[in-house]
């Protein structure tokens, strides 16, 4: 699957960060000196539709991750899950997370420098939300966006996603896709709110730099190029690339794929980009 090493030595520790209606559950990753401050902060939120997951999910990907980028500390929190309470709950904690973080950075062990969201799924669908109402409200400042395979269309409408029927041993994933909508979003009034689904939104303007991944026989590749297509219409900064196909029926393929040499590979060359000084005119 072309994997990467297992990461080197690094830092971890649970916490609790503020959400908008409590304490969420949190982890910290930290590599290289961990005694020294940190530039980069990237706040990371899991997989799981809506309706599950949890911290344990994507620890892989975030130990190599915060391997691969020593600059960067990792803080991935949880969120509200649908099943508690749905929309817009998951959106206001991830909001409340990137507030708190900015708040606490010496706890962190960060400078303020430079603050990234990131999430894979679901979390990717929080992520790119984040950055429309960090803009909106006037902040926290986001340097970057990073979206792993991003569920942005409760409408299910895409090619990818409809070609999905069509093929038996993937046909669960449709199903799965649309329970967690259902979930997520039981005013179907909702589907078409920009921090529900990004995909819709027809304000794009004045975001952070993207990067987004997608995969070849994911049902979700098309909204999450059609994303980055829109976000580089409007002038956003945006760079997608679609990696080679991956098994995606199993829940935690998506994390799987992520730990895949070419997808830290971007990762790491975005995040290096963000410090890049800009091209003389």
Known sequence: ???????????????????????????????????????????????????????????????????????????????????????????????????????HKAKLGWNGK???????????????????IARDRGGPALAGQILIMPMLDPGLSTCSMREIPQDPSRAGVADSCAASYRGYLPNAADRTHPYASPLQSSRLKNLPPALILSAEDDPLRDEAEQYGAKLATCGVTTTVKRMAPAPLQDPAARNECACRAVALHEIGNFLLGLDAPPSPP
């Open 114 to 132: 430079r603050l990234v969201v990131s999430g894979i799924e679901a979390g990717a669908n929080l992520a790119a939300v984040c950055a429309l």
């Open 1 to 103: 699957m072309n994997r990467v090493d297992a990461p080197a030595q690094l830092k971890i520790r649970d916490l609790e960060v503020a959400g908008a209606e409590g304490q969420l559950a949190a982890r910290l990753y930290a590599g290289g000196d961990a005694g020294a401050k940190k530039d980069g902060l990237i706040v990371f939120f899991h997989s799981g539709g809506f309706v599950g997951g949890d911290l344990d999910e994507a620890d892989e990907f975030l130990r190599h991750l915060a391997s691969c980028s020593t600059q960067n500390l990792v803080l991935a929190s949880c969120y509200t899950l649908a099943t508690e309470r749905p929309f817009p709950a998951a959106a206001e904690d991830a909001h409340a997370v990137l507030v708190w973080a900015k708040k």
